[in-house]
């Protein structure tokens, strides 16, 4: 029953990271497309739904809650220089400007969804790049005590403690953006 509601979570955090979420219907939509729509909307409810009625037990939030918690563990310790001394490097080798932050958030949506396993991402550095780590340890500290502190009743509460602070580090990302095209 644990593995089913496990399914059952992955999938529901897979449609709502899917870029059509919130599904919202428009006049210019084709009826293909608002078909689709629908259906996934009706999906996510169906989801949402079977989470609660799966979701008696306390324990749930508190298990994702340590899988977040060990995700924010390994991801402070990549949020510093190498061994070497090297910075992490923006771009991560990918042509998306600043994709750092971009691996920081994905490493913490995982753990809101794979309860199994924590996604322990390959980080790159380089000698050349100028990344200053200050701002994202700062969130991921916060992030860390805020939610040591926090006691979530339903799988939903942490969820949305979670996206928060997504939406922070996506909200950095957007700065980081920003400050390079104007400084450039």
């Known amino acids: 029953m644990e593995r089913d509601l496990n399914r059952i979570i992955m999938k529901y955090r897979n449609l709502k990271e899917s870029s059509s979420y919130p599904y919202e219907i428009h006049e210019k939509d084709s009826l293909n497309t608002r078909n689709r729509k629908k259906t996934a909307k009706q999906e ?25 918690q060990e995700a924010i563990e390994i991801l402070l310790d990549y949020a510093q220089k190498s061994k070497t001394g090297l910075p992490l490097d923006r771009n991560q080798f990918f042509s998306i400007r600043n994709f750092v932050y ?21 980080f790159y550095y380089s000698a050349d790049s100028d990344f200053d780590e ?12 805020n939610l ?14 979670v996206d928060d602070y997504v939406a922070k580090i996506r909200e950095l990302w957007k700065k980081e953006n920003s400050r390079i095209t104007v400084g450039a």
């Open 102 to 122: 971009g691996k920081f958030m994905r490493a913490i949506l995982d753990a809101i969804k794979l309860y199994f396993t924590v996604n322990s991402p390959t």
């Open 148 to 161: 040591s502190k926090s006691k979530f009743n339903t799988y939903f509460e942490l969820e949305d403690f």
């Open 134 to 145: 200050k701002e994202i340890r700062e969130i991921l500290e916060n992030f860390k005590t």
């Open 44 to 68: 996510f409810e169906n989801l949402k739904q079977e989470i609660i009625s799966h979701s008696n037990s306390k324990d749930l939030p508190n298990k994702y809650k340590r899988q977040v």
